[in-house]
């Protein structure tokens, strides 16, 4: 905190973004904090929800050192932008049934965002958020639990019942991986080009070293 700013209030903190110097965390009640720099001290943004944010993603930075470009999905089937590294926060879309709910985003750029969540909800965006397709992207309604992209910018879902898919084309098709387990897998962490670890329920955690097409557990 800066010096002088009141105490942060306690709650629930689900997730948090970086790029550059900004950072961001999101959370219940729809709270949104954002700092600026290490030294700079948390302001919470003005948030236009209520439901609780599981996911937040800033684009990677520009080099012109524009603001930064993210986006903040959670429960109520949202989807929130910010434009100006944080400060101010718009939907950008709300799906007509309210139980869905988005558990992840990512960010690949200011104009290419993916959302994912309950029962394969699956969204994507090119324009930075003006228009949104939604698409099934594998076969039943497993949950998708995660999204992560590795140095080589290949692409990762990791869900429900031993969901493993990959992506070498930026989201535009998916392929099933050969999963080492029928659980649930909370995600996938590139570790280089080509290794992952893919970690789930009950402490089970797999590693790959050919970019997920075989797995050791570890």
């Known amino acids: 905190l800066a010096a002088g700013e009141p105490p942060l209030p306690r709650g629930l903190l689900l997730d948090g973004a970086v790029s550059g110097s900004v950072a961001i965390v999101v959370g219940e009640r729809g709270s949104i904090w954002a700092s600026r720099a290490p030294t700079s001290g948390w302001r919470r943004a003005d948030s236009p929800t209520r439901a609780t944010l599981t996911g937040v993603a ?50 690949l750029d200011a104009r290419h965002a993916i959302a994912v969540g309950a029962y394969g909800l699956y969204l994507s965006t090119r324009d930075g958020g003006a228009t949104w397709e939604r698409r099934q992207v594998c076969e039943g309604d497993a949950h998708l639990n995660r999204i992560s992209r590795s140095a080589a910018g290949t692409l990762f879902l990791a869900g429900e019942s031993g969901t493993l898919l990959r992506s070498r084309d930026e989201g535009l098709n998916w392929t099933p991986l050969r999963s080492p387990y029928a659980g649930s897998f909370y995600g996938v962490l590139p570790l280089d080009r080509r290794t992952l670890l893919a970690h789930g329920l009950r402490g089970h955690l797999y590693r790959s070293a050919d970019e997920g097409d075989t797995w050791q557990e570890i």
Request: charged share 15%.
């Open 58 to 107: 800033l684009a990677p930075p520009t080099a012109d050192g524009g603001p930064a470009v993210g986006w903040a999905v959670g429960h109520d089937a949202l989807v929130l932008g910010t434009r100006d590294g944080g400060a101010t926060w718009t939907r950008q879309y709300q799906g007509e049934n309210l139980q869905d709910s988005f558990l992840d985003v990512l960010a």
